[in-house]
C-alpha cells in the first residue's frame, strides 16, 4: 500500500511484505509515471563511500573509547596516516566536533554529530528499559521528570539550536527526546502503517515496523503533534 501526504509518497508495506518482495526494510523507493494512471516503484541503490571502512572505524572508536582516550590530540594517535587525514575531514564536514564538558577542561573531547549515527546502530529499535536509552547509543531518550528535562534541554541545547533533536511532553507525564534524523527516518513508515490499518495498537505498530515500542510511542507522539493521528484511547491510534 502507499499513502499520499501533500505532494508526498509514503511506503506503508508490512515488514513481512517488503522481505517478500526482496526489499530491506530501509529501503527507498525512486517513483516514475509509465502513463496515466501507472506508477513504477523502484529500490534506490545506495552506493557505499569510498571511505565507509575509515569512517566505520572512526566512529567505532569515538562510540566504544572512554572519555580520557577521545580528548583533543590523544584521539589522534589511535589512528594511522590515512585514518588521520579522513578523520581531518569528517571535522570539517561536521560530522564529528570537538566538545568541552566544561570550562574547567583545557581540551575538548571528540563527538560524533546527532546527524551523523551509524545506520547498523539500533537507533532505539531495540527493547530495554526506558531509563537505558540515551541519545549518544540509541537516538533517543526518556525523562520521567520534569527536573530530568530541564536538565537535558540545558545539556542540549546546541543540539537543539542546531535542529539535531527536539523533545515532546505525553499525556503519560515522560518527556521524550529524540535525534530528528532519526525521527524522519520512521514517521512516514508509522504513519503508513496507521493508516493501512482501521484503528491499530501501539505494539502493533512496533511489530509491523521492527522497532522498539518506545520509539513508536514517540514517532506517534510527534504525529499526533502533528495532526496526523488521533489516539482513539491509549495505545490505540487510527490515521486522520
Known amino acids: 500500500m502507499v499513502i499520499i501526504k501533500g505532494s508526498e509518497l509514503a511506503k506503508a508495506l508490512p515488514q513481512e511484505k517488503l522481505k517478500e518482495l526482496g526489499f530491506s526494510p530501509e529501503s527507498d523507493f525512486d517513483v516514475n509515471p509509465v502513463k496515466p494512471g501507472v506508477w513504477v516503484f523502484s529500490e ?3 552506493e557505499k563511500s569510498a571511505n ?12 566504544e573509547k572512554s572519555l580520557s582516550e577521545k580528548v583533543e590530540g590523544k584521539f589522534e594517535k589511535l589512528l594511522n596516516k590515512t585514518e588521520q587525514k579522513r578523520f581531518k575531514e569528517l571535522l570539517e564536514e561536521g560530522k564529528i566536533f570537538p566538545f568541552k564538558l566544561s570550562d574547567k577542561y583545557k581540551k575538548p573531547i571528540y563527538k560524533v554529530s546527532y546527524s551523523q549515527r ?4 539500533t537507533h532505539g529499535t ?7 536509552y540515551s541519545l549518544e547509543k540509541d537516538g533517543i531518550m526518556v525523562c520521567t521528570t520534569k527536573a ?3 536538565m537535558a534541554s540545558m545539556r542540549l541545547q546546541d ?12 499525556f503519560d507525564s515522560n518527556y521524550y527526546i529524540i535525534e530528528n534524523s532519526l525521527l524522519e527516518k520512521y514517521r512516514q513508515l508509522v504513519a503508513g502503517t496507521i493508516a493501512s490499518q482501521k484503528t491499530i495498537s501501539l505494539n502493533e505498530i ?16 510527534f504525529l499526533k503533534e502533528d495532526g496526523e493521528i488521533i489516539e482513539k484511547k491509549e495505545g490505540l491510534f487510527q490515521y486522520v
Open 52 to 63: 565507509a571502512e575509515v569512517d566505520a572505524k572512526i566512529f567505532k572508536l569515538l562510540g
Open 148 to 150: 530530568e528535562a530541564t
Open 206 to 221: 512496533a511489530e509491523k515496523t521492527n522497532i522498539s515500542v518506545i520509539l513508536a510511542k514517540i514517532v506517534c507522539e
Open 118 to 121: 551509524k545506520e547498523t546502530e
Open 126 to 132: 531495540e527493547k530495554k528499559p526506558l531509563k537505558e
Open 44 to 46: 534506490k541503490k545506495i
Open 159 to 170: 543540539a537543539i539550536k542546531k535542529g539535531e533533536i527536539q523533545g515532546i511532553k505525553s
